[in-house]
């Protein structure tokens, strides 16, 4: 069964990466997984690094692996802002493993409660699931 079809936008630091009218979105909150459909109630959530979904029809999906960010749902559109979007096939496992054993030393290294600390457990958490979903 078709579902109507809503605007979605998704923005990088670096540009737009898709923006069409889709049947579905689905992702990951700061508070569990997420679907929204057209109509949806108005919505404002932060994301964390995992999979996006983007559903043309049941059939046609695009698939992101998507950083940190935020999703906006209003008036019946999605705007979803993230550090970064990336799909499947472009993610580089060496390059990534290598972030990520880095940023484990930033995070070893770095004292308790500092920005520093806090900017390593986040790339560590990205380049954890973003090695997940390139699997």
Same mark, same amino acid.
Request: charged share 30%; no cysteine; proline share 5%.
């Given at each position: 069964?078709?579902?109507?079809?809503?605007?979605?936008? +998704?923005?990088?630091?670096?540009?737009? %990466?898709? $923006?069409?009218? +889709? =049947?579905?979105? !689905?992702? *990951?909150?700061?508070?569990? !997984?997420?679907?929204?459909?057209?109509?949806?109630?108005?919505?404002?959530?932060?994301? +964390?690094?995992?999979?996006?979904?983007? &559903?043309? !029809?049941?059939? /046609?999906? %695009?698939?992101?692996? $998507?950083?940190? #960010?935020?999703?906006?749902?209003?008036?019946?559109?999605?705007?979803?802002? %993230?550090?970064?979007?990336?799909?499947?096939?472009?993610?580089? *496992?060496? @390059?990534? =493993?290598?972030?990520?054993?880095?940023?484990? #030393? @930033? $995070? /070893? *290294?770095?004292?308790?409660? !500092?920005?520093?600390?806090?900017?390593?457990? *986040?790339?560590?958490?990205? &380049? /954890?699931?973003?090695? $997940?979903?390139?699997?």
């Amino acid at each position: 069964m078709a579902h109507a079809k809503f605007p979605v936008e +998704v923005l990088t630091p670096e540009g737009e %990466v898709f $923006a069409e009218e +889709v =049947e579905m979105i !689905s992702t *990951r909150t700061g508070l569990g !997984s997420i679907g929204i459909l057209a109509r949806h109630e108005p919505l404002l959530a932060t994301l +964390v690094p995992g999979e996006l979904r983007i &559903y043309r !029809s049941q059939d /046609e999906i %695009v698939r992101f692996a $998507a950083a940190e #960010g935020y999703l906006q749902f209003i008036e019946n559109r999605a705007l979803l802002l %993230v550090e970064e979007a990336i799909p499947p096939d472009q993610l580089d *496992r060496p @390059v990534l =493993e290598s972030k990520l054993s880095d940023a484990r #030393g @930033v $995070a /070893e *290294r770095a004292q308790e409660g !500092s920005e520093e600390r806090a900017s390593a457990l *986040r790339d560590i958490a990205r &380049y /954890e699931a973003f090695l $997940a979903i390139g699997q």
